[in-house]
Each structure stands twice: as C-alpha cells, then as structure tokens.
C-alpha cells in the first residue's frame, strides 16, 4: 500500500513540478505578449504554437485514458496549429488555463485510489495509466526546456533571468 502512494505522489509530482526540469508555469511566467507570435529564429513556429503543442498533446492522452470512444488524430496536423495562426493575448491565457486545467485531471487521475495504474487502457493496445502519465511528463518536460531555451535565445526572460528587459 505505501509503494502505492510513494508511486502516485512520484508520477503526480514528475507531471506537476518537473523535478529537475523547469515547470511549464515558470517556463511561462511573464511571457511578453507582444511577442507570443514571434517565430523561433530559424524555426517555423512561435511561443504560443508551442504552448498549444503542449496543450493538444497532453489533451489528447488525457482523452485518450478517459474517453472509451477515444479516436486517434491525425499527426501532425491535429497537434499542431496551422504555421499562419496567430494567438491574441486571450488565445494566450485560454491555452495556459487549459494546460493546466487538463494537468489537474491527470493528477486527480493519478492521484484517485481507485485508479489502476498499471491495468491496460481499454480503448488502447496495451498502455497502461501509468505509461501514458511518463509518457506526458517526457514530452511536456522536453518542449518545456525548448520553450525555454527560445526564451533565452528571443531574450524574452527579462530581467529577472538576466537576459532583457
């Protein structure tokens, strides 16, 4: 039983708080608005279609451990917004609410007793929660250090990090 819990505080804590990653709220504290449709210097996409990256693809597992009727998207099209979308500041701040509100489900998830982890998905071919919460974690902490790193490179940090206004 307490392998039990030390697992889930561990997964929840891994997709909420990145360990030794930044976390996406701290990647995203204080972005500029007037510069969420910037394109990364020799890149085809800005912050926002990034963040929203982010925001579909942990969607999607999410869908995928709860909805039986699940059905696969299309890659890359239905994770990606369409290179010539630009966000507005709204368009912004619905993508980080969202993110986080679909990261609250997946540690409701995880954290609820009654959930298997390690049962298979029914609508699936063998993953298991478990799986699917790594699974969010790795990709939300690797584009999270690449959003990171465009900060760094846009010089959208500002002061605080020590690289711009």
């Given at each position: 039983m307490e392998t039990d819990r030390l697992l889930r505080d561990q997964l929840a804590d891994l997709l909420a708080h990145g360990n030794a990653h930044m976390s996406f709220t701290e990647a995203v504290a204080d972005y500029p608005m007037d510069r969420i449709n910037a394109l990364f210097p020799h890149g085809g996409y800005s912050a926002w279609h990034l963040l929203e990256h982010l925001r579909l693809t942990q969607?999607?597992?999410?869908?995928?451990?709860?909805n039986p009727d699940y059905q696969?998207?299309?890659?890359p099209q239905d994770y990606w917004p369409a290179p010539d979308q630009q966000a507005t500041p709204?368009?912004?701040?619905?993508t980080i609410?969202?993110?986080?509100?679909?990261?609250?489900?997946?540690?409701?998830?995880?954290?609820?007793?009654?959930?298997?982890?390690?049962?298979p998905i029914p609508q699936g071919t063998g993953q298991?929660?478990?799986?699917?919460?790594?699974?969010?974690?790795?990709?939300?902490?690797?584009?999270?250090?690449?959003f990171a790193i465009m900060r760094q490179v846009m010089e959208t940090w500002g002061l605080r990090h020590g690289t711009g206004a």
């Open positions: 969607w999607d597992i999410l869908d995928f451990i709860r696969e998207r299309a890659w709204d368009d912004w701040r619905r609410q969202s993110f986080l509100a679909d990261q609250q489900a997946l540690l409701a998830i995880i954290q609820d007793p009654e959930t298997d982890l390690w049962a298991t929660i478990a799986r699917e919460i790594m699974v969010v974690a790795d990709h939300n902490a690797y584009h999270i250090g690449e």
